[in-house]
Antibody
Framework: QEHLVESGGGAVQPGRSLRLSCRAS????????MHWVRQAPGKGLEWVAG?????????YHADSVKGRFSISRENSKNTLYLQMNSLRTEDTAIYYC??????????WGQGTLVTVSS | SYVLTQPPSVSVAPGKTASITCGGD??????VHWYQQRPGQAPVMVMY???DRPSGIPERFSGSNSGDTATLTITRVEAGDEADYYC???????????FGTGTKVTVL
């Protein structure tokens, strides 16, 4: 059974940094692209960033986080990361780690909450 | 950037049919996927490649996509179908994945 477990969320002040992790199990992690999708309180889903399945050299980010957030992966540890710098209050959200299969998001973690507030 | 518009809410009586639309410029030329999010839970995919159902999703769920509108249809609606539903596409012009605004389905 596939499993995605996010960690690293918490409360942080504006301008600070945070790194999210996502540990995968139950499937061959290196065979799949991986993404982060977030959901602000009471709002809809927003795609954040994605990384290809191989060595992770191909990655892309939403305009709202480009230059501040960086996605990466460590296939030897079955782990996906999201480095978040220069955090803003509007980055407050649940961050979901999501597996990418062909062209869709087929498996979602339970999410980790990031709260940016002074 | 590409925009997907959904009605904020759809109400339906048990046993009836719910249709959830997803509007976008020439969306019929794109591939649409749908996700269900029950309260307090992570999203779950319920439809992919416009009209394909993942294993475990009832046949009551179906999808279509043409012109400027994609549609997720739920027949014989049950109380357990009450959730938020999101459409999603890949926008090749921006290299971004785009989600619809979301529709809350309420079972009366």
């Amino acid at each position: 059974q596939e499993h995605l477990v996010e960690s690293g969320g918490g409360a942080v002040q504006p301008g600070r940094s945070l790194r999210l992790s996502c540990r995968a199990s139950g499937f061959v992690f290196s065979d799949f692209g991986m993404h982060w999708v977030r959901q602000a309180p009471g709002k809809g889903l927003e795609w954040v960033a994605g990384i290809w399945y191989e060595d992770g050299s191909n990655k892309y980010h939403a305009d709202s986080v480009k230059g501040r957030f960086s996605i990466s992966r460590e296939n030897s540890k079955n782990t996906l990361y999201l480095q978040m710098n220069s955090l803003r209050t509007e980055d407050t959200a649940i961050y979901y780690c999501v597996r990418f299969h062909h062209e869709y998001f087929d498996w979602w973690g339970q999410g980790t909450l990031v709260t940016v507030s002074s | 950037s590409y925009v997907l518009t959904q009605p904020p809410s759809v109400s339906v009586a048990p046993g009836k049919t719910a249709s959830i639309t997803c509007g976008g410029d020439s969306i019929g030329r794109k591939i649409v996927h749908w996700y269900q999010q029950r309260p307090g839970q992570a999203p779950v995919m319920v439809m992919y490649f416009d009209r394909d159902r993942p294993s475990g999703i009832p046949e009551r769920f179906s999808g279509s996509n043409s012109g400027d509108t994609a549609t997720l249809t739920i027949t014989r609606v049950e109380a357990g179908d009450e959730a938020d539903y999101y459409c999603q596409v890949w926008d090749s012009s921006s290299d971004h994945h785009v989600f619809g605004t979301g529709t809350k389905v309420t079972v009366l």
